[in-house]
Each structure stands twice: as C-alpha cells, then as structure tokens.
C-alpha cells in the first residue's frame, strides 16, 4: 500500500526539480550575422515591395542577416560609394531604371542582384515572362479562333518584349494579328480576345472598359494590374491576369545575394513562376495570397 505514495512523491519531486531546471536553462541566442543587405527603390509604395520586402527578411532572417531600404538618391555615385565604405554585403536594385546605379557600383565592387528585369552580365530574379506569354496565348486560343484574337504588345516595356518573343512562332503558326501599344492606340472591330502583354496596356484596357470606351463583352487577357486586380477581376474588366509573386523573388534574390557575394554564383536570370489567375481560380488557397497581399 506504500509503493503508490511513494511513487507519486517521487513523481512530484521529480516534476519541481524538471521545473526549476527547466525555467534556469541558458537557452542561446541565435547567433547575429554581420551580412547587411540595402534593398534600393524609386518609392516606397504598393502591395508588390510589401510583399518583396516581407520574402526579403524572411530569407535573412534564417541566417540572422539584415536587410534595409533606402531610396534611390540623385547622387548615384555617391551612394553606391556609402554602400561600399560601409560594407554593405550587397544591394538589392528594385528601379525603373536600374542603369546608372549598376555602373556606379560596378565601379566600387559591391555585389548587385536586379529584382524585376532581365539585364545582361547579372544576377537578375524576375518573373517567367516567357511562361507568361505562352500562358496567356494559350488562354486566348482557347477561348476563340485566331482570327478573333488581338495581340497588344508594347515596345518600351522590356518585360512585355520576352512575352512576345516567346510566342514568335505560334503567332505565325496561326497567322495572329499584333499591335504595338500606344496612348492613343485604335482597337479595330472584329476580336472578341485582347492579350495584352504590359501591364499598363492591361490597366488602361480594364479602365475603358469600366468607362464604356471599351465594348463590355471583350474578354481582355493581361498582366497583373497591381492593387486593383482583385476588383478588375471580379467586376469582369479582365478575363485573366499573369501574376507575379512578389515574396517569392525576393527570397529567392537574397539567397542569390548572399551566393554572389560569398563568390559562389556566375550572372545569371533567376525566374518565379507567373501563374494564370481568374474569377474561378482567385480564392484557391495559392493565389489569395497574390490576389489579395494586404490580407497577408
């Protein structure tokens, strides 16, 4: 009758003894990486940098890195001179016009990584523009006959160019009619399928649509048309939007930063996925997130 009270005595010591050993246990802190990483941008603005900056620290914070933005300064060479006086381990360029700031920090050996654009001799993460034009040409032959199908392609979006090169043989294949994008542009009768291959071509087709310049029953096929895709979907102003993701290239840029600048990675292009989003397909569990970022 004794061996039960004198196990749970023992059971009771043994949980004090576990808890006071267990609350004055040194847990060691994670250890604090010296790599600092400056993400450089024209403004600070929109649901995309959110996103870009939020897969930025996440992929830093594995190896207890740092990751700051700074705006783009007047004084480019000056600039990159401070990110290399103070040991920035690389810089992360998110710029309309990433040019002038490549060839100032060409010149001071910090390494660079381009998030957004294909640019020859460097480590660039963007999306899969390629994929994406295929993607969208498909959609469109899908849903009507070539000779239905307008092809919107625009010259001075670099992004929108790989887009339409990739699609260069099937548009022959099928004898599709193309027109260069302009401010003033014409949408001729006859098609009921626009592929716009820009975003801005995309965002300024929903708004006539919204407006009624456009006729209604267009069925307009694009490229993601920022914080409003959500409403452009929804109300029936586009049909289907290539999306980029965000998160996505900017982990995948910090782990190319910190390949480059440890030497271990040649230039190179790095591609995210591009999915084909549309009002079926918007509320899946793996496109909220591009639908609706702020949610996140």
Request: glycine share 6%; proline share 5%; charged share 15%.
């Amino acid at each position: 009758m004794k061996k039960p009270g004198v196990i749970s005595l023992a059971c009771i010591l043994a949980a004090i003894a576990l808890f006071i050993w267990g609350f004055n246990l040194q847990h060691p802190e994670p250890e604090i990486s010296e790599n600092r990483y400056v993400l450089l941008i024209d403004n600070d603005t929109g649901a995309f940098l959110m996103q870009l900056r939020k897969g930025l620290q996440e992929a830093a914070s594995i190896q207890g890195e740092r990751v700051s933005v700074q705006s783009l300064s007047a004084n480019v060479a000056a600039q990159a001179a401070e990110f290399s006086a103070s040991s920035v381990t690389a810089v992360i360029l998110l710029l309309v016009n990433p040019e002038p700031m490549l060839l100032a920090l060409s010149e001071t050996g910090v390494p660079v990584v381009v998030v957004g654009q294909a640019i020859d001799g460097y480590v660039c993460v963007t999306g899969n523009d390629a994929g994406a034009g295929l993607v969208l040409l498909d959609r469109a032959l899908s849903m009507a006959a070539p000779s239905s199908v307008l092809i919107i392609t625009d010259e001075e979006d670099p992004r929108s160019r790989v887009r339409v090169d990739s699609i260069q043989e099937t548009l022959q294949q099928n004898q599709l009619l193309t027109l260069q994008w302009s401010d003033d542009v014409y949408i001729p009768a006859g098609f009921s399928v626009l592929v716009s291959m820009s975003r801005r071509s995309t965002r300024v087709l929903a708004d006539g649509v919204a407006s009624g310049t456009l006729p209604s029953d267009y069925h307009i096929l694009g490229v993601d048309t920022g914080d409003n895709r959500a409403l452009d979907l929804e109300g029936g102003l586009v049909s289907a939007l290539v999306v980029d993701n965000p998160y996505a290239m900017g982990y995948i840029a910090l782990e190319k930063a910190r390949l480059l600048a440890n030497g271990n990675l040649p230039t190179s292009l790095y591609t995210c996925e591009m999915p084909l989003i549309d009002r079926q397909n918007m509320y899946l569990n793996e496109n909220v997130k591009l639908v609706f970022p702020l949610l996140q």
